[in-house]
């Protein structure tokens, strides 16, 4: 068997370059074009054979040689348009962007260098595991028409059979040689919506002779504050909000649209399917008391990322036996949502937190914040548990009766960004 923690210990110095490297030349989502390129020439190096498929990103193909079971392993690769500070919570950091106002703030750069590093490993020892990997490094997770759509639907069309999943994300608040692995849903699904109320404008002296798109909506705003209590489980984990409400300019005035837009969050999928399709009931219902209609601008739908139970515990069971029981974190799940969630649903697995936090050397801002920073020393153990999940995967190939699969297309209709439509 592979001594795991000596080969990633031994690739240390070159995980944090390739880390460096992609965190000094971020790109924003599908504008992922040097770093896929990038991606390539280390792959090819490694006597890989690579796919790009168009708005996806790279597929990298990895093949022992002899018959078993097959991995996908997977990274996205998209940076935010956050305009990143020179310091962490505690110092200078060791490594900025050179993309102003451009920046790896979620840890995608560490996700590529860990996907990197594994897949040099298990390049270079193929004698020692049998089956075959699937390499995915996925465009725009962040933002915008997602990847994660090009990405499955050429594993489908072109019949590449998976038998396994593993995905991980930098955890700010997870310290570092720490990793959580839970059963259940690790991160929350999203539902994103945006809408455009037209009604028609009128005097502030004569409002009866106006439809106000502002009344709808606080009919509306009003009407869902009541939901979670009639039709969702007291114990089910769900949120919703409006981030952003604009109507109007004149205090006189009434005007004739209103824009709104938020998200829901929820754990459990079939809540969060549910509460999109009553918001847009309860919202056409809304509009037509108060003589209003509704655009729908944004109507995105992510489901909550959810781990197989037995691929959790086969994970547990392989990370505690290389890093030691103690690595392993119990926290709670992260109500952010991630697209890797389709990716869980289509096939079994798990998705991990790879503990980057240390307070002495600064790291443990939260993600998304200009702050945010790796303590890079946490890549090694990351590496070290996605090596441990795979071969062991690779290795017993382990009956999977809790999963259910998922229809494919119907999710992948959710996620895509749609032109404007009327309710």
Not at 126 to 151: C, H, N, Q, S, T
Request: aromatic content about 10%; some cysteine; charged content about 25%.
């Amino acid at each position: 068997m592979l001594d795991i923690k000596k080969l990633a210990e031994a690739e240390a110095e070159r995980l944090t370059a390739l880390r460096r490297h992609f965190h000094a030349h971020p790109e924003l989502s599908q504008q992922e074009f040097a770093t896929m390129d990038f991606i390539e020439k280390e792959l090819a190096a490694l006597s890989i054979p690579t796919v790009r498929v168009p708005h996806g990103g790279v597929f990298g193909f990895l093949d022992s040689g002899r018959p078993g079971w097959t991995v996908l392993m997977r990274a996205d690769i998209d940076a935010l348009p956050i305009a990143e500070s020179e310091r962490n919570l505690a110092r200078k950091k060791a490594c900025v962007s050179e993309n102003p106002g451009v920046s790896h703030a979620c840890g995608h750069d560490g996700h590529m260098a860990m996907l990197l590093t594994e897949a040099k490993i298990l390049a270079e020892h193929r004698e020692d595991w049998e089956g075959k990997i699937v390499l995915m490094f996925e465009e725009a997770e962040e933002m915008g028409e997602r990847g994660i759509a090009p990405m499955l639907r050429y594993l489908s069309d072109h019949k590449v059979h998976v038998d396994a999943c593993w995905g991980s994300h930098v955890m700010y608040c997870v310290p570092v040689g720490k990793v959580a692995l839970m059963d259940g849903a690790m991160l929350a699904g999203a539902f994103f919506f945006r809408v455009v109320l037209h009604g028609k404008s009128g005097h502030g002296s004569m409002p009866h002779l106006a439809a106000s798109p502002i009344d709808c909506f606080t009919a509306f705003a009003s009407a869902l504050q009541s939901y979670r209590m009639r039709r969702i489980r007291p114990d089910t984990s769900f949120t919703y909000s409006f981030g952003m409400v604009q109507a109007g300019d004149t205090p006189n005035v009434i005007p004739d649209t209103l824009t709104f837009a938020g998200t829901a969050r929820y754990l459990d999928n079939p809540c969060g399917e549910a509460f999109r399709e009553d918001f847009w009931k309860l919202l056409r219902q809304v509009c037509e008391d108060y003589g209003c209609t509704a655009e729908v601008m944004e109507d995105q739908f992510f489901p909550a990322t959810v781990n197989t139970k037995e691929a959790a515990a086969l994970g547990r069971r392989a990370i505690a036996e290389t890093l030691g029981q103690d690595a392993l974190f119990e926290m709670a799940p992260w109500m952010a949502a991630e697209t890797f969630s389709i990716t869980e649903l289509t096939y079994p697995g798990v998705f991990a937190f790879t503990g980057i936090q240390d307070e002495e050397t600064g790291s443990g801002a939260n993600h998304h914040t200009p702050e945010f920073d790796i303590d890079e020393r946490g890549l090694v153990y990351g590496v070290e548990a996605a090596l441990s999940y795979v071969l062991a995967m690779l290795r017993e190939k382990p009956p999977f009766p809790s999963f259910v699969k998922k229809d494919l297309e119907p999710m992948l209709r959710l996620t895509e960004i749609r032109p404007p439509r009327a309710l």
